[in-house]
């Protein structure tokens, strides 16, 4: 059975993961925008392109970036951005596994305000809560979700900004730093059970089990470390809860009382349900707590309908997995809710213009 854990604060919903007000940049008095990105952990790019003996520099700009950007983590960038770059640094290094090598240059400060906030947070549960629930005040481009089944944990990164690149590499970026932070909230020898990572399994598995130190799974749907929930109760050693109730404040001013982009909350709670049978525009409508009428309604002012959206969503995992993985098409035809790859198919060309199998042996689409 699996018991979706809810934000205590949270009234609406089902699960953890998607929906919260937007994003304040710090100081500026306006939202982060959908697709944008504080660079975190990105701001390690950089030192790791000077390990190979490269200046990151030159590689920097061609990604369309001021290379000053990346002295500072509270920096924004586009979502975009992050992916060119990191698809440039794999082709200037040849390390397929460079997302890997950033990832664990992080630490639970790379987290920003939620890091710290997780640091004085009662339990490994109520910081991994804390997490799941307020990273959209940094992060715009990919949703975390945390779920229980019996006596495991599992924690999903997913990336919902479309026609992402290098999606492989921030997921494997992504689940290294969220390692680490494991690891500083419950203790140096921490190791998850598994970790699963959805991407075409390199050559050189050595770097990926030296960090997590755990059985790495490629080919995977999705990306996720699994460990036993039990860890989430273990309490935080120096947990400050005058410091916490200072962070919970600040964050909750940093989310704001503007409505959030309804498209981008949408988006972001599809990548985490699409794989399951809970993601209707009923269900999506209930999570909301809105009438079905009145989300029809507002997706209609704003342009797109939500049948555009879930097809937008579709077509992103769909595009992920063919791209970075060797899952069969009829595992993500079934992934997808498609009852035949058949289905499944046609609708990629419709999207595309092309074949799944077509895509997939292009290489790398644009």
């Given amino acids: ?111 920003g305000l939620v890091g710290r906030l997780m640091q004085h947070s009662e339990t490994v549960g109520d910081a991994m809560r804390a997490l799941v629930c307020n990273l959209s005040i940094q992060n715009r481009g990919s949703v975390p979700s945390l779920t229980i089944i019996g006596d495991t ?80 109760n273990c309490r935080i050693v120096g947990a400050d809860p005058v410091v916490r109730a200072l962070l919970e404040e600040r964050i909750k001013q940093m989310k704001g009382a503007q409505s959030s982009v309804l498209s981008d909350d949408i988006r972001r709670l599809l990548r985490t349900r699409l794989t399951s049978k809970h993601c209707s525009a009923d269900d999506i409508a209930d999570v909301l707590a809105m009438h079905r009428r009145t989300l029809s309604r507002r997706l209609k002012g704003s342009g797109m309908g939500y049948r555009a959206i ?25 992934a997808l809710g498609y009852s035949e790859a058949s289905a499944f198919t046609r609708a990629f060309r419709r999207w595309s213009g092309r074949t799944p199998t077509a895509w997939r042996g292009e290489g790398h689409p644009g």
């Fill in 310 to 334: 879930t097809n937008e969503i579709r077509f992103e995992i769909a595009r992920q997995l063919l791209q970075d993985t060797e899952v069969p098409l009829g595992q993500i035809a079934a």
């Fill in 153 to 232: 944990a599992l924690f999903t990164f997913s990336i919902y900004q479309p026609k992402a690149e290098s999606a492989d590499q921030i997921s494997d970026g992504s689940l290294a730093v969220a390692v680490n932070a494991l690891r500083a909230l419950c203790g140096p020898d921490w190791a998850p059970t598994e970790v699963l990572l959805p991407r075409i399994a390199p050559a050189d598995h050595d770097p990926y089990r030296r960090h997590f130190r755990a059985p790495v799974r490629f080919n995977q749907e999705t990306a996720v470390i699994v460990f036993p929930s039990n860890d989430l």
């Fill in 1 to 111: 059975m699996v018991k979706s854990i809810v934000p205590p604060s949270t009234s609406i919903g089902r699960e953890i993961s998607v929906i919260s007000p937007p994003t304040v940049l710090a100081g500026s008095g306006r939202t982060l925008p959908p697709g944008y990105i504080h660079l975190g952990v990105a701001k390690e790019i950089a030192p790791t392109l000077r390990a190979f003996g490269l200046d990151p520099d030159p590689i920097i700009r061609m990604a369309g970036l001021d290379p000053r950007l990346l002295d500072d983590g509270a920096n924004v960038i586009p979502h975009a951005a992050l992916g060119r770059l990191l698809t440039l640094s794999v082709a200037h290094t040849r390390c397929p596994h460079f997302g890997l090598l950033v990832g664990q240059r992080g630490t639970i400060l790379s987290l």
